[in-house]
């Protein structure tokens, strides 16, 4: 069983902070997806990254797959209220073969931005 | 398009009740899944489905299941509740195309207590 740990569970900064969320495993995904969930709703889809040591800017977010593809993080610069939510990150099994889609969820870190 | 639509919002179930968790996509998605989300656990796969007529388990299966009659449903069936299935459930659908094209999306979600 592939496992994905993101650290910190929780993160509560002030607006204009910078932030970064890790998700660790030891084991080899083909692609890592980074979700964010706002309360009621359902994940939404922030990004894929696909190879080992890509970088991905979103905005204020930069998302980055490491080399190995075991790990990514996820960078927030000068954080504001709007960024407030769950934030998940998600692998697809390097499997070879058919995965249908199905992903492994890391826990999620709660972040909490305050004016 | 609706996209991803779940009903109901909210149950309180008692201890040994059954109930059907709808889900329904018009995006034409082949895929579907069904997770749950407990607090600090990130989400769970219980089932998924690669079309209609086609299911298959997935890590957490056991107190529930699955049928798909048709591309746009995909019913969730909980037997005998018990208050472990206390949780929120939420319905995805996707193309299946794999990464990085892939993206699930994700419906609103069912908030489940067993008591």
């Known amino acids: 069983t592939q496992l994905l740990e993101q650290s910190p569970q929780f993160l509560s900064i002030q607006e204009g902070e910078n932030l970064t969320v890790y998700c660790n495993s030891s084991?080899?995904?083909?692609?890592l997806q980074w979700y964010r969930q706002e309360p009621g709703e359902g994940p939404v889809l922030l990004v894929t990254?696909?190879?080992?040591?890509e970088v991905k800017k979103l905005k204020r977010l930069t998302f980055q797959f490491g080399d190995a593809r075991k790990d990514s993080s996820l960078h927030i610069t000068a954080a504001q209220p709007g960024d407030t939510g769950l934030y998940l990150c998600?692998?697809?099994?390097?499997?070879?073969?058919?995965?249908?889609?199905?992903?492994?969820f890391g826990q999620g870190t709660i972040l909490t931005v305050h004016p | 398009n609706a996209g991803v639509t779940q009903t109901p919002k909210f149950r309180i179930l008692k201890i040994g009740q059954s109930m059907t968790l709808q889900c329904a996509q018009d995006?034409?998605?082949?895929?579907m899944y069904w997770y749950r989300q407990d607090p600090g656990m990130g989400l769970k796969l219980i089932y998924y489905?690669?079309?209609?007529?086609?299911?298959d388990k997935g890590e957490v299966p056991n107190g529930y299941n699955v049928s798909r009659s048709t591309t746009e449903d995909f019913p969730l069936r909980l037997e005998l509740a018990a208050p472990s299935q206390t949780s929120v459930y939420f319905c995805?659908?996707?193309?299946?195309?794999?990464?990085?094209?892939?993206?699930?999306?994700f419906g609103p979600g069912t908030r489940l207590l067993v008591l």
């Open positions: 084991s080899v995904f083909s692609s």
């Open positions: 995006m034409n998605h082949n895929y």
């Open positions: 998600a692998g697809a099994p390097n499997a070879g073969g058919t995965s249908y889609g199905k992903l492994t």
């Open positions: 995805a659908s996707g193309r299946g195309l794999g990464p990085p094209q892939e993206t699930q999306y």
């Open positions: 990254v696909v190879t080992g040591g």
């Open positions: 489905s690669v079309g209609a007529g086609i299911t």
